[in-house]
């Protein structure tokens, strides 16, 4: 069973894409005409020309909207196309969910004629992060384990990497898609939109969650991160990383 199985009943509720984020991932796509997208889940930053979506849980498939680049269910080490067949293969925040790393890198390098755009994270960046570091140290050992370093990503795919800092008003609630708007962590409707803390379960999440709600009543929360309400974005880890073939 694909993780998002279960993991993505309510996606859609919380995981819109934002269009600041998909102007970065179109802009590194470039003039690609066509572009597979790998780990599609329900579509998110898909371009106009992406002609096949490639995702292992029907769950997922599901929600994706009308209109969408049709999908087949499949998984990233063993993509269904032929060499270098499309200009572009796509991966948007779902490395981390693959079994084999390389195997997949192999693939998107295969099937690609000139380029992979892959979104991804720091880790080194994104564990400090104040909801992980100082409320829900339990999900950070989640993503250490299952995080590719960005350093393996550029020496497999002789790629570069680009910034990608998160609006404060973002609609696409990955992580740390509400880090000026604290107190959505306390919906369950979030959490369950961001497979880490998802996967870290509500009975070890409790504790933590009790305290950010006692320093949100309290201020304490803002008086250690009030800095962060004047800013409109934020750099919590997020990566573009791109390779020209």
Do not use: N
């Not at 939109?193 to 201020?219: F, M, W, Y």
């Amino acid at each position: 069973m694909a993780i998002y199985d279960t993991l993505g009943t309510t996606y859609t509720a919380t995981r819109r894409p934002d269009p600041r984020v998909a102007a970065r991932v179109a802009a590194a796509l470039g003039d690609a005409a066509s572009v597979v997208d790998v780990g599609a889940g329900t579509g998110s930053y898909e371009p106009p020309t992406t002609v096949l979506a490639v995702e292992p849980s029907p769950t997922m498939i599901a929600q994706r909207p009308p209109g969408a680049a049709p999908a087949v269910r499949g998984v990233a080490e063993a993509l269904p196309l032929a060499d270098a067949s499309v200009d572009a293969a796509l991966a948007v925040l779902t490395l981390h969910h693959w079994t084999d790393v390389d195997a997949g890198l192999a693939e998107l390098r295969r099937v690609a004629r000139h380029r992979v755009v892959i979104l991804t994270w720091d880790q080194s960046v994104c564990r400090e992060f104040w909801l992980l570091r100082e409320y829900l140290p339990e999900a950070i050992a989640i993503d250490d384990a299952r995080a590719v370093p960005l350093d393996h990503l550029v020496d497999t795919l002789g790629a570069r990497v680009e910034v990608v800092p998160v609006p404060h008003d973002c609609t696409d609630g990955f992580l740390a898609a509400y880090w000026r708007r604290p107190e959505a962590y306390l919906d369950p409707l979030v959490r369950a939109g961001a497979s880490g803390l998802a996967q870290t379960g509500e009975e070890a999440l409790r504790p933590g969650l009790a305290r950010l709600r006692a320093d949100l009543t309290s201020g304490a929360w803002h008086t250690r991160h009030g800095d962060l309400l004047t800013l409109d974005e934020w750099d919590a880890g997020y990566r573009l990383v791109v390779a020209d073939l």
